[in-house]
């Protein structure tokens, strides 16, 4: 079958968190397609090593930033900017903050989770449409809890649904220029964080992780987990020459878990 051309190919994209998950299996995808890549992590041995996997397949750089510092943010869209000499695709992905609810989170906790969530993609939004020229791209990865909350993420709960707002005013202001602002929100992604939640659940409740999964999936219409490279999928239809008058939504990517009808 022949490939399809998706415009890709030659663009210059950051994508956020990707040492690992969903930012690893979405830079991957990008360099498939024939992009220059900036991958980051605030791990530096993590990234090192998922340069060298990346670097087999195509043009792939790294830099190191911890997304829950804005210094670190800001100095990561300007290198990398350098770096690419240019930018055409942004995406913004972050890990998840500590589960919890609200009688035992503390002020600390709430402050981390704006920090990492909403303040470093605030910064990252706003740097990335400073610097993106006509056909510009940025896609944040979210979560499905900003439509259907979830027990014991009270963080992700509440401050995740921010983005909302955020791409909505963003796809807003910067679509005068061509730019195109859009999200996701995925759903129970078989991450290596995925994993050690299916088996501390299991240890704390005494149970298989295979019952763990079970009682997981059982709300999901197609009954499993979703893949990193599945959520990648629908970032890069996002980013392609096919989405060009997408602009302002969030897209599921959660095997139809959200029972919402809008």
Do not use: C
């Not at 990346?54 to 869209?77: C, E, F, Q, R, S």
């Amino acid at each position: 079958m022949e490939k399809i051309d998706l415009g890709i190919k030659g663009k210059k994209v950051i994508v956020t968190a990707s040492s690992k998950g969903i930012g690893f299996a979405t830079a991957k995808r990008f360099v498939e397609e024939g992009a220059e890549v900036i991958i980051s992590s605030h791990d530096e041995k993590n990234l090192i090593l998922a340069y060298e996997k990346l670097k087999t397949i195509g043009k792939v750089h790294y830099v190191t930033a911890d997304l829950t510092k804005a210094d670190d943010v800001a100095k990561l869209i300007d290198e990398g900017y350098k770096m690419l000499n240019g930018l055409d695709i942004f995406v913004y992905n972050t890990g998840s903050p500590k589960p919890g609810d609200l009688m035992t989170l503390t002020d600390e906790d709430w402050r981390n989770a704006f920090n990492l969530l909403l303040m470093s993609a605030v910064v990252a939004v706003r740097e990335a449409g400073k610097r993106m020229e006509k056909d510009g791209r940025i896609i944040l990865a979210t979560s499905f809890t900003l439509k259907q909350p979830m027990d014991n993420l009270d963080l992700s709960n509440v401050v995740r649904l921010s983005l909302a707002g955020l791409i909505k005013v963003a796809s807003r202001e910067l679509g005068p220029k061509g730019i195109l602002v859009n999200g996701i929100m995925q759903g129970w992604t078989l991450t290596d964080r995925l994993k050690e939640v299916v088996k501390n659940r299991a240890k704390n409740e005494n149970k298989t992780e295979e019952q763990v999964i079970d009682e997981v999936t059982r709300d999901i219409p197609l009954r499993r987990f979703g893949t990193p490279e599945e959520v990648a999928n629908v970032i890069i239809f996002l980013a392609s020459s096919l989405a060009t008058y997408v602009n302002g939504v969030l897209i599921p990517v959660d095997g139809g878990a959200i029972r919402a009808t809008l």
